[in-house]
């Protein structure tokens, strides 16, 4: 089971169980302030697990208003509302895997809520198995006001209201996989004036990441509709594009929204460590301000609060975020903002970006710590010979190796796994595939 503050995720039956979300629910439940909105993706294990987040959280007195299938952007908007949140999901990973992500306030929890929230429970703290199959089948019947309720959103009216409407009703293609996107992403897009086709609208038609799958579907679809594609996984907070008839990297569908927010006028940036250059360089270019964050969502949403910066994102989940509206990843949003960018001129605007960010490569890898190998002493190994090799080191997540204007390379331990994360870009091909091979060399001792 993994636990961080991105969400408790595991694979159900074997890593996570019901006894599990009741006990980490019911500890949320003291953090919530006695309201919480829930949702959840698709996933077959989704509507078991859903039934036990509101049993840990009934069992806590709180008053818990269910969305159903909702997307993590909906919800984490609903929860400024309500006050707190609980999705029921595990993104992108395998439809085996499932979890939960907690919401205060409309934003994702911090490292010192999640050891509250993740606590085992002595035997005369509740959560007994026998009191949480009751829980479980009382949370399943109950349909009292006060207790129970469902709850609807006003996302998409909200979402338009800040992209605005958009003109000459340009052809989006959008492939929802199957997951809790499948209504919310088409709706938006028709409202501020697309003209949208939608594929795998049924669960379980399509892998769950959208960053891994080929996107053979929408890539076909996008040239014959001669539109531009968005892909989703299963919760909707991840969002890839398809254009010319090419399925385009993460950091593009950040680079994207990010010069639909400098077109409606946002100067202060954050970006995560392993963002693109070219987004830099997008950002520099309009006059724009930006400094850097550790990698992950909530670092990123932590050091916007911070800086106070209109929008920003991650760069290797295509997680565009706009604190005024959302402080989290949101695909769907995203791709409303990168629309505005096709209403005029045939899409020169949304070409041009492309263009710019298309001048850089980018590899992200990883290495596994092998027997005998300490991550933190793979990471000193790259950190020496990064000293000998490039003209600056940066040690704000993990080491980063500033090689020239264009190239850098960043090594970081991994918080999910025995392995250290590898991350370089250069505009020249070669050379970005050199470095990532020297610095696996110097890691493994070589």
Same mark, same amino acid.
């Given at each position: 089971?993994? %636990?961080?503050?991105?969400? *408790?995720?595991?694979?159900?039956g ?10 980490f629910?019911?500890?949320? @439940?003291?953090l919530s302030?006695?309201?919480?909105v829930?949702g ?8 078991m697990?859903?039934?036990a987040a ?11 208003y ?15 509302? *309500? ?14 895997w499932?979890?939960l992500?907690f ?10 809520e999640?050891?509250?929230?993740t606590?085992?429970r002595?035997?005369?703290?509740g959560a ?13 019947? #109950?349909?009292e006001?006060?207790v129970?309720?469902?709850?609807a959103s ?10 605005g ?6 052809r ?14 088409p ?24 960053t891994t799958?080929?996107?053979d ?6 040239? #014959? %509709?001669?539109?531009?594609?968005f892909?989703?996984d ?15 990297t993460?950091?593009?569908?950040l680079?994207?929204?990010i +010069? ?5 006028g946002?100067?202060?940036?954050v970006?995560?460590?392993?963002t693109?250059?070219?987004?830099e ?8 301000a ?10 990123v949403?932590?050091e ?5 910066a209109?929008?920003?994102g991650?760069g ?12 989290c990843?949101?695909g ?6 990168i629309a505005?960018?096709?209403?005029e001129d045939g899409?020169?605007?949304f070409?041009?970006v ?10 992200r890898?990883?290495?596994? +710590?092998?027997a005998g190998?300490?991550?933190?002493d ?12 490039c ?11 500033v090689i020239?204007d ?5 090594v970081?331990?991994?918080? #999910? ?6 991350? +370089?870009?250069?505009?020249?091909? @070669?050379?970005?595939?050199?470095? *990532?091979?020297?610095?696996r ?6």
């Amino acid at each position: 089971m993994k %636990k961080t503050i991105s969400g *408790i995720r595991g694979i159900v039956g074997d890593d996570i169980g019901i006894r599990d979300v009741i006990t980490f629910c019911g500890n949320f @439940a003291g953090l919530s302030g006695g309201r919480c909105v829930t949702g959840r993706d698709t996933r077959p294990s989704g509507p078991m697990m859903e039934r036990a987040a509101h049993a840990g959280l009934m069992e806590g007195g709180v008053d818990v208003y269910d969305m159903g299938v909702a997307p993590t952007p909906v919800v984490f908007r609903e929860a400024r509302r *309500i006050g707190a949140g609980v999705v029921v999901t595990s993104s992108h990973n395998p439809l085996e895997w499932n979890g939960l992500k907690f919401v205060i306030g409309g934003r994702g929890i911090n490292e010192s809520e999640l050891p509250l929230i993740t606590r085992t429970r002595s035997s005369g703290d509740g959560a007994q198995e026998g009191a949480g199959r009751d829980a479980v089948a009382a949370a399943a019947a #109950t349909t009292e006001p006060g207790v129970r309720r469902s709850h609807a959103s006003s996302y998409v009216e909200e979402a338009a209201g800040v992209i605005g409407e958009i003109g000459g009703s340009p052809r989006i293609a959008v492939d929802v996989g199957g997951g809790a996107a499948a209504h919310v992403a088409p709706s938006l897009y028709e409202k501020i004036g697309c003209s949208v086709s939608v594929i795998n609208s049924e669960p379980r038609s399509r892998g769950p990441d959208p960053t891994t799958d080929g996107l053979d579907g929408l890539v076909s679809l996008s040239r #014959t %509709k001669g539109s531009i594609g968005f892909a989703f996984d299963l919760d909707g907070d991840r969002l890839v594009i398809v254009a010319d008839g090419a399925k385009q990297t993460p950091d593009a569908t950040l680079g994207l929204g990010i +010069a639909g927010a400098l077109d409606m006028g946002y100067e202060r940036f954050v970006l995560s460590a392993d963002t693109s250059r070219g987004v830099e360089r997008l950002i520099e270019s309009h006059g724009g301000a930006h400094t850097r964050a550790k990698v992950g969502e909530a670092n990123v949403v932590e050091e916007m609060a911070k800086v106070g910066a209109q929008a920003g994102g991650e760069g290797s989940s295509g997680g565009f975020i706009l604190p005024e509206f959302n402080h989290c990843r949101d695909g769907i949003l995203a791709g409303g903002v990168i629309a505005r960018m096709l209403q005029e001129d045939g899409g020169a605007r949304f070409r041009e970006v492309l263009g710019m960010l298309g001048r850089y490569h980018i590899i992200r890898t990883k290495m596994p +710590a092998g027997a005998g190998m300490r991550q933190r002493d793979m990471v000193e190994r790259a950190l020496k010979w990064l000293e000998s090799e490039c003209s600056e080191v940066q040690r704000l997540d993990g080491v980063r190796g500033v090689i020239d204007d264009d190239s850098w390379v960043l090594v970081r331990e991994s918080n #999910t796994e025995n392995a250290v994360r590898l991350s +370089a870009e250069s505009d020249d091909v @070669a050379r970005c595939e050199a470095v *990532i091979g020297d610095v696996r060399r110097v890691m493994a001792g070589g």
